[in-house]
């Protein structure tokens, strides 16, 4: 069960703490493609204020070099360059060890994760087509949306590229972080001390709150299962409402990309024990988030689903036919370019 599992301790706030050194620490290089957006530039402060990252690269196709100049002055010891349009998008990911993408069109109001498909989805090829090319031993992050459709569009691009896609991990870490802060919120804990498992998709029935396998444990009536489930699921579009036209999640979704990626990092460098959820290929057709053991070849080992609750089988069983048409969806796309 996900509840003996320990949960990744991350403090991004204490990332940032003066005492930088990083003489006994390997160097990592990591990219951020669409550095200048709303996600793009919180999670490259966090990025940078962190002693896990030695270089840190900016790539977008329009304002990365006043970015990276800004992020520059930062006291910490990562090398903060700059890359703008697709003249530059080789130079940005030679030599990256860790990609993160949130590259691509923010939701509105009344617009679902699906409704950004037809855009994100040419981005999502493209860098995805030029790390393949570049970077091909690198661990790539996407948090682009539609995730359920994106990350088999990559997965397709690195096959076409005879590259492996297995270093390919969707980002599912913000519904994590949500459930983890609306339980803590409920039942009146630390929210840094709460880990619930999420598993399935990443949008709207796809995200499957394992709140039975929560650590620690805790216990709902049904009505306010139901409820809490629905709230995890409908996050994104509390934000979207909340900001009433303004955006979408972006500094939540840059704190949840942050904490993805300082853990991949940690695996990296040989850390044991690193767990997280992420949307990965479980076999040639299917996509599935559960959580991963992560080493210092990416994914060690698939977790699996644990034991599940009646009312949780339920919830994949419904997220099931919803979660193929998006997969397959991606797939036709990336085999149509």
């Not at 661990?139 to 088999?152: D, E, G």
């Not at 096959?159 to 991990?169: E, L, P, Y």
Request: aromatic share 6%; with cysteine.
């Amino acid at each position: 069960m996900f509840s003996r599992l320990a949960r990744p301790q991350i403090s991004l706030l204490g990332q940032c703490a003066k005492n930088f050194s990083t003489t006994n620490a390997a160097q990592r290089k990591v990219a951020v493609m669409g550095a200048s957006g709303g996600i793009g530039q919180p999670l490259s402060m966090l990025l940078k204020n962190s002693p896990l990252v030695t270089q840190l690269s900016l790539y977008d196709i329009v304002h990365t070099p006043g970015v990276a100049a800004d992020l520059s002055h930062i006291e910490s010891p990562a090398k903060v360059t700059g890359y703008v349009g697709p003249e530059q998008l080789a130079d940005s990911l030679k030599g990256c060890e860790v990609v993160v993408i949130p590259a691509g069109v923010p939701r509105k109001p009344g617009m679902t994760r699906d409704d950004l498909f037809n855009t994100n989805a040419s981005i999502v090829a493209n860098l995805a087509k030029a790390c393949a090319e570049n970077c091909p031993s690198a661990m790539i992050c996407i948090i682009s949306n539609p995730v359920n459709s994106t990350v088999p569009i990559a997965a397709e691009m690195y096959k076409k590229a005879g590259v492996d896609s297995s270093r390919i991990f969707g980002v599912t870490t913000l519904d994590i972080v949500r459930a983890n802060t609306f339980v803590a919120e409920l039942k009146g804990l630390d929210p840094t001390k709460v880990n619930v498992p999420v598993i399935g998709g990443h949008a709207g029935v796809t995200i499957i709150p394992l709140i039975s396998q929560a650590t620690p444990s805790v216990e709902f009536p049904a009505d306010q299962l139901k409820a809490l489930t629905e709230r995890i699921q409908d996050a994104g579009t509390e934000v979207v409402k909340a900001k009433a036209g303004a955006g979408s999640a972006t500094l939540s979704m840059a704190y949840a990309g942050a904490r993805f990626a300082f853990s991949m990092i940690r695996a990296l460098n040989g850390e044991a024990g690193v767990v997280e959820c992420a949307y990965v290929s479980i076999t040639e057709a299917t996509y599935f988030s559960t959580p991963l053991l992560l080493g210092p070849n990416g994914m060690e080992k698939n977790l699996g689903l644990g034991k599940l609750t009646d009312f949780e089988s339920k919830l994949v069983e419904n997220a099931l036919p919803e979660l193929k048409g998006s997969i397959k969806k991606g797939e036709n796309f990336a085999a149509s370019m």
